[in-house]
């Protein structure tokens, strides 16, 4: 049974209960399915021998949500090519492609966790009462050690870019 910590994040004034044990700085990361918009699955193994972003969003189309996207994929696009950033949200496959399209999203790669959390439940992030994501940052160098984690307490605050840009840069230089 997994860690349920109520009060771990605000939503509109509300405590809501994630569900998760938080992930911190030297655990290895754990693996993931999520399900891609063309409905093909993806797992950390796609991934390896690759610095990894995980940007996780509660909504894309949320103004914040959408906001840490879009920066995200306006520094992917700088990015070395051993470099991946995903974004990972709740919402079902075709409305995260329909908005990836009209958002001109084309260096983030969108990924969902709609079918069962497990990516939430595995990185701390599931958000109960709303069977959403928690906003949060991670990054995970090359040998899929975690070197940086934020969880953001409240749904309408950004996360820190500069802290998860300069931790991509230390995991590349290696």
């Known amino acids: 049974m997994s860690v349920e910590r109520f009060g771990a994040f605000e939503w509109g004034n509300l405590p809501m209960t994630v569900i998760g044990e938080p992930l911190s700085v030297g655990d290895v990361a754990p693996d993931f399915t999520l399900v891609a918009n063309d409905y093909s699955t993806v797992t950390m193994a796609d991934y390896e021998g690759k610095v990894r972003l995980i940007s996780v969003v509660p909504s894309l189309a949320t103004g914040v949500c959408d906001a840490q996207t879009h920066r995200f994929n306006e520094e992917a696009a700088a990015m070395q090519e051993d470099v ?28 969902s966790d709609h079918m069962d959390m497990s990516f939430g439940e595995a990185y701390g992030t599931y958000v109960k009462e709303r069977r959403a994501e928690q906003r949060s940052v991670f990054v995970v160098d090359r040998d899929g050690m975690v070197t940086h984690v934020e969880y953001v307490p409240v749904i309408g605050q950004h996360p820190d870019y500069e802290a998860a840009l300069d931790a991509v840069r230390n995991a590349v230089a290696g």
Do not use: F, R
């Open 84 to 111: 991946v950033v995903l974004t990972v949200s709740a919402e079902h496959p075709s409305n995260q492609k329909s908005w990836c399209g009209a958002s001109g999203i084309d260096q983030v790669i969108v990924l």
